[in-house]
């Protein structure tokens, strides 16, 4: 959060969000980091925090919320792949790992809604959605056009990133392929990411 920039950046998961946090964590005057916290929705955003900057004279209509999002497919895929980590092999996580799943058999776990499909991700709809159900973030940009974020930032906070890649996805030892059947019934359900990535420009 840049409050005197009237600022507030959303950590969409799988968008690339920890290379920002590395470039940018130190120099926000608010930031939230690691766990269940870095990731902060946009209906947690309007719960929790909007009205602490509401107390400091910054009402809503003051400031710019924005975030990421991925083409939809991609970011099922990307915790696919991220879940197929080794460290993910044993330990309070095991259950999650990827690593011996086809994408096919992961993508009916998601659908499912049991491990390891994408329990903890949620949706990137209802992670920009505020508490009236909507769209709430002011302004998405493409995750496959993260230049023109950058540049976004760049212009917003008078300053020049150079920023690194960190927590990349490892390559799976399978390709993500999906039958005919499952890809229509991942399609259906991620219809309103599919909606809402369609609007944004670019």
Same mark, same amino acid.
């Given at each position: ?15 690339? &969000? &920890?290379?920002? !946090? ?28 909007? %009205? ?6 910054? !009402? ?31 330990? %309070? ?15 009916? &776990?998601?659908? !499912? ?68 059947? &499952?890809?229509?019934?991942?399609? !259906? ?14």
């Amino acid at each position: 959060m840049f409050p005197r920039k009237d600022l507030v950046v959303l950590a969409m998961p799988k968008c690339g &969000t &920890t290379a920002l !946090e590395a470039k940018l964590g130190k120099r926000a005057p608010v930031a939230f980091r690691g766990g269940g916290v870095k990731h902060v929705s946009m209906s947690q955003f309007e719960r929790h925090l909007a %009205p602490l900057l509401a107390e400091s004279g910054r !009402e809503r209509s003051s400031y710019e919320v924005v975030s990421l999002f991925r083409e939809p497919m991609s970011w099922v895929e990307s915790w696919w792949r991220y879940r197929s980590r080794e460290k993910l092999t044993s330990g %309070p996580r095991q259950a999650n790992f990827t690593g011996h799943l086809s994408f096919e058999n992961f993508v009916e &776990t998601h659908l !499912e809604g049991v491990a390891p499909g994408v329990v903890d991700g949620g949706s990137q709809s209802d992670f920009v959605a505020g508490l009236d159900g909507e769209v709430g973030v002011d302004r998405l940009f493409r995750y496959e056009r993260f230049d023109d974020f950058v540049a976004y930032l760049e212009e917003r906070l008078s300053r020049r990133l150079e920023l690194e890649q960190v927590n990349v996805s490892p390559d799976h030892p399978e390709e993500p392929t999906l039958s005919t059947a &499952t890809r229509a019934r991942l399609e !259906e359900h991620l219809r309103r990411d599919y909606e809402i990535y369609g609007s944004i420009p670019g």
